[in-house]
């Protein structure tokens, strides 16, 4: 067998077999229980907090864990906190890393906040 035959037959059988398992996957595992889909009747935010908080969620974390939580108090208004479930105790013991990506989320906000006109 000729080795361009080869490798054209091992990336065919490579495809198929990924293809198969991907499908054959209970992919529900994919959706999550926790967010609020668009539209529901507790969609609260106004359309300028969404973007602020979208942008904000673009800050860099630790291994990408985005260990904030936000608790929504009113329009404009929320408490930013530290989730425990996202710490990384193997690779962060004192939970520096995620203060400072706490921090990083803050200076999004800000940024995000400054962008659509709104002042912090």
């Known amino acids: 067998m000729k080795r361009r035959n080869f490798i054209v ?6 495809l198929i077999a990924g ?10 595992n994919f959706v999550r229980n926790d967010v609020v889909s668009a539209g529901s009747e507790k969609d609260y935010l106004k359309p300028d907090e969404k973007q602020i908080l979208y942008l904000a969620s673009m800050a860099p974390s630790g291994h990408n864990t985005q260990p904030w939580f936000i608790k ?3 329009p404009y208004s929320c408490i930013i906190g530290n989730d425990k479930k996202r710490w990384l105790r193997g690779v962060d013991p004192t ?5 400072l990506s706490i921090g990083a989320f803050l200076q999004n906000l800000e940024y995000a906040a400054n962008n659509l006109g709104l002042v912090l």
């Open 9 to 14: 037959i091992t990336n065919s059988a490579v």
């Open 19 to 28: 293809t198969g398992h991907y499908l054959s996957t209970d992919q529900s």
């Open 72 to 74: 929504y108090i009113a």
């Open 95 to 99: 939970q520096r890393e995620t203060i």
